[in-house]
Structures are given as C-alpha cells and as structure tokens.
C-alpha cells in the first residue's frame, strides 16, 4: 500500500533551516508529481510547492518562493524540502503528498511533520 | 495567492443535506476544472474526496458530490452521517500555476 513519511520536522529559531524528507513506498515514485503542504496549529491548509515527476518542474507558493527549495531522489524513492530563512509564521505541520495521475490533486497523504519556529 | 472563500462552519443532522461552497476568481476555480475536496478529521492528514470539480475516487461514498457554476464550486452532502463531522477544504489550480485551497469549513452533525 502507499506510504509516504515526513522526518526532519522540529524546533528551530527564526532564521535557521530545516530539510524536510519524505520516503515514499507502495507506489512507483519516479511515475508521479508530488507536493508539500502545511497547517499552521488550529489553521487551514496551504500549498507550499509541487515538483514534477521528473524534477524538472518545480512551483512555490509566494510566501516561501527563495526562502524552500523542493527536490526529489527518485533512486531512493525521497522527497525534499529544503527550508531557510525561517520565520516564526513558517510553524505548520508540513505534509507531503501524491499527486493523483495528472490531476492536479492529492490522493495520498503522510502524517505530516512539524516545524516549530521561536523568535 | 488569496484563499479562496468557504464559509467557516455548516450544520446538519443526520439524514439532511448539506452544500459547501468554494468561491474564487476566473484565475483559479472560474479558469479551470480542476479543483477538489478535502476531508479533515482533528489530527488526521486530509483525504481526497472529490477530483476534477466533480469525480470521486473509489472507496468515496457516492453521498459525496460536486458541482461548479463559473467562479464557485459546491461540495454537497447527502444522508449526512457522524462521521462526516470534520474539515473540509476546497483547492484549485491557478492560472500562475499554483494551487490555493480555501480557508476550510467545519462540518458539524447535530
């Protein structure tokens, strides 16, 4: 079955970095887009950044662009996300997710990891 | 990148229906059929139940549907259950290629 598991999260103070992983199983890796998501504690959902298949493609959300860099290793099934710069708004769950066959939407989530950022 | 707009709570008992709505702009709900729905249960990850305005994937109750009428989508739920009191979140893909979700609506079966 598919899994995906976020690691990396943590406690951080404003200005410093995290990377995010996300190891995907179940699922043939190197055939699929994926996507980070986060939730702020008690807040909704918000698009963070999608890369292709491939690695080619890559999009961010304008409150991240320059600050998260996304990749993928598709020989060891892995997701990234590279965060710098953090702020203290940037403290979310942040979940990893499957694109669903080119449609522009999520079939398959992981538990979400979460980054704390203190002033 | 505005969210799009979904009101902050609903109610129902159980057996009603009841429709979400999910309103943006020609840019992104308005430009383009692919927008979608997530359920959120409290400390659980979202889970895709509709795809593409108006598909479920299998394993979604066919008591989940959704339609789109120009910049608003509508999530409705028939035969309302208790276990579908939870979260819901609309998404769609934008002319910028970027995808924005809506501010989310609480769900509550009376």
């Known amino acids: 079955q598919v899994q995906l598991v976020e690691s990396g999260g943590g406690m951080v103070q404003r200005g410093g970095s995290l990377r995010l992983s996300c190891a995907a199983s179940?699922?043939?890796?190197?055939?699929?887009?994926m996507y980070w998501v986060r939730q702020a504690p008690g807040k909704g959902l918000e698009w963070v950044a999608y890369i292709s298949f491939d690695g080619s493609r890559k999009y961010y959300a304008d409150s991240v662009r320059g600050r998260f860099t996304v990749s993928r290793d598709n020989s060891k099934n892995t997701l990234f996300l590279q965060i710098n710069s953090l702020r203290t708004e940037d403290t979310a769950f942040y979940y990893c997710a499957k694109d669903w066959s080119g449609t522009y939407s999520r079939d398959y989530w992981g538990q979400g990891t979460l980054v704390s950022v203190s002033s | 990148q505005s969210a799009l707009t979904q009101p902050a709570s609903v109610s129902g008992s159980p057996g009603q229906s009841i429709t979400i709505s999910c309103t943006g702009t020609?840019?992104?709900?308005?430009?383009?059929?692919?927008v979608s729905w997530y359920q959120q249960h409290p400390g659980k990850a979202p889970k895709l139940i509709i795809y593409?305005?108006?598909n479920r994937p299998s394993g979604v109750s066919n008591r989940f549907s959704g339609s789109k009428s120009g910049n608003t989508a509508s999530l409705t739920i028939s035969g309302l259950q208790a276990e579908d009191e939870a979260d819901y979140y609309c998404?769609?893909?934008?002319?910028?290629?970027?995808?924005?979700f809506g501010g989310g609506t609480k769900l509550t079966v009376l």
């Open positions: 020609s840019s992104d709900v308005g430009a383009y059929n692919y």
């Open positions: 593409e305005v108006n």
């Open positions: 179940g699922f043939i890796f190197n055939k699929y887009a």
């Open positions: 998404d769609s893909f934008t002319t910028s290629t970027t995808w924005v």
